[in-house]
């Protein structure tokens, strides 16, 4: 059994900084992409950055040159860096992964989600 556990959301002024964590556990052969999503309140669950096995990663417009995605393959962990926060980055974010298991199995992971409001 894998699991994804988010961490470090909270409140924060617009301009300033927040750094999510995301570590999976459980039976893991192997992790390939990770990521971050987030949805705000009527909205759709949206793409905010990638994080390939190779370390290539990907960045929605919205936010380009203010998060940063990182990875700590050793310890299964994924990060994302947000600075100069604006009011419309206040969403739940969620962390993903693809795992494969000690059964061989590639499956799709997602965790809980991790709440950030930014106040204008």
């Known amino acids: 059994q894998v699991q994804l556990v988010e961490s470090g959301g909270g409140l924060v002024q617009a301009g300033g900084s927040l750094r999510l964590s995301c570590a999976a556990s459980?039976?893991?052969?192997?992790?390939?992409?990770m990521g971050w999503y987030r949805q705000a309140p009527g909205k759709q669950r949206d793409m905010v950055a990638v994080i390939a096995g190779d370390g290539s990663t990907g960045y929605a417009n919205s936010v380009k040159g203010r998060f940063t995605i990182s990875r700590d393959n050793a310890k299964n962990t994924v990060y994302l860096q947000m600075n100069s926060l604006k009011a419309e980055d206040t969403a739940v974010y969620y962390c993903?992964?693809?795992?494969?298991?000690?059964?061989?199995?590639?499956?799709?992971?997602w965790g809980r989600g991790t709440q950030v409001t930014v106040s204008s």
């Open positions: 459980g039976s893991i052969f192997s992790i390939n992409t």
């Open positions: 993903n992964a693809a795992i494969k298991g000690r059964d061989s199995y590639w499956s799709d992971y």
